[in-house]
């Protein structure tokens, strides 16, 4: 049965995605749960709310038992992917989230304004992907905190000037970036003795926002294109932002499936998210677990079958595939 849920339930919804406190989320997913009209159709959404509401006044309660206060520095992943925006001060970190996504971070021209990390959920083709403002890096002083986020990044967009001093930007990012064990899968050539974090780095150069910069950029990119991937943009003119997100996507390397029901379309909004290379019956288990248990065989419309085709549980599927399952 439909849910047939109202306009005010999608604003409640994006609301409680980007409530950053305990209380905040409380609040945000109580108000969410009120929009949803009471029929059998929302039957499981109000019951699988309630228990993540459940959950959070749980969490909430012994955090207050404890005497203890949530970090600004724990931001709980969210979506299929988290991004982290990192860079020197007065590059546009804060800019490029307003842009990207609908959170409202304090933007100033004034350095050191993000003294705390700040998310938001950026969409890209019904798949949700989150990106965390970071503060501004800095040799001399640093939360220590701020790196743990960076390092369970599945990808960090490094954001430079090109109107400052670009590459002195580029290099000291790295620079600190390296100096806390965090380097791109591609920087092969590294001696350390203690764990490394392989998380892929994209460059982001700023100010792009005339074709007579574009002169500028394209010096910016001969030299450091054979070893990095760089790609320009303007915040202020808004150019090459849709480019930007195709290749943050590109660069998570997740692909969108979607489970089709027997005699029934499937919901072209509702992807389910899977890494690069995933089977049939690592969809099945994401889809549920009976069905990973039981699974006979499934059907395939998309990349390389004809509409409709059997395949058994080791097939890989392809971004954009529709998987039929059958037990």
């Not at 499981?44 to 949530?70: C, E, F, N, V």
């Not at 003795?193 to 074709?211: C, E, G, Q, S, T």
Request: aromatic share 8%.
């Amino acid at each position: 049965m439909p849910a047939n849920l109202p306009p005010e339930y999608f604003s409640a919804e994006r609301e409680f995605k980007e409530a950053k406190s305990l209380e905040e989320k409380i609040q945000a997913l109580e108000d969410l749960i009120s929009t949803i009209p009471k029929h059998k159709g929302t039957d499981k959404l109000r019951a699988d709310y309630r228990r993540k509401l459940a959950k959070l006044k749980s969490t909430s309660q012994a955090a207050k038992k404890a005497g203890k206060h949530t970090s600004n520095f724990h931001i709980e992943r969210e979506g299929a992917a988290r991004v982290s925006v990192v860079g020197m001060p007065n590059t546009g970190k804060s800019s490029l989230l307003c842009k990207l996504t609908h959170a409202t971070p304090e933007v100033s021209e004034s350095p050191f304004t993000t003294w705390a990390p700040s998310p938001g959920m950026m969409n890209y083709e019904n798949v949700q992907i989150q990106l965390i403002d970071t503060p501004p890096l800095n040799k001399d002083y640093y939360e220590p905190e701020i790196f743990d986020i960076i390092k369970s990044s599945d990808l960090i967009l490094v954001l430079i000037d090109l109107l400052a001093n670009p590459i002195e930007q580029f290099q000291s990012s790295i620079e600190i970036l390296n100096g806390n064990r965090i380097y791109s899968p591609h920087q092969q050539n590294v001696t350390e003795d203690r764990k490394i974090f392989w998380v892929p780095i994209l460059i982001i150069v700023n100010k792009d926002d005339d074709a007579k910069l574009d002169e500028d950029f394209a010096v910016l990119d001969e030299l450091l294109h054979n070893e990095w991937e760089i790609v320009s943009i303007s915040l202020k003119n808004e150019r090459n932002l849709e480019e930007l997100k195709r290749l943050i996507f590109s660069h998570l390397k997740i692909i969108r499936v979607y489970s089709k029901p027997p005699h029934k379309e499937f919901d072209k909004t509702q992807p389910f998210i899977l890494g690069e290379g995933a089977t049939i019956e690592e969809f099945a288990m994401q889809v549920h677990k009976d069905f990973y248990d039981k699974l006979k065989t499934a059907r395939v419309w998309g990349k390389g079958v004809y509409d409709g085709q059997l395949v058994g549980r080791d097939h890989i599927i392809y971004d954009g595939d529709v998987v039929e399952l059958h037990i």
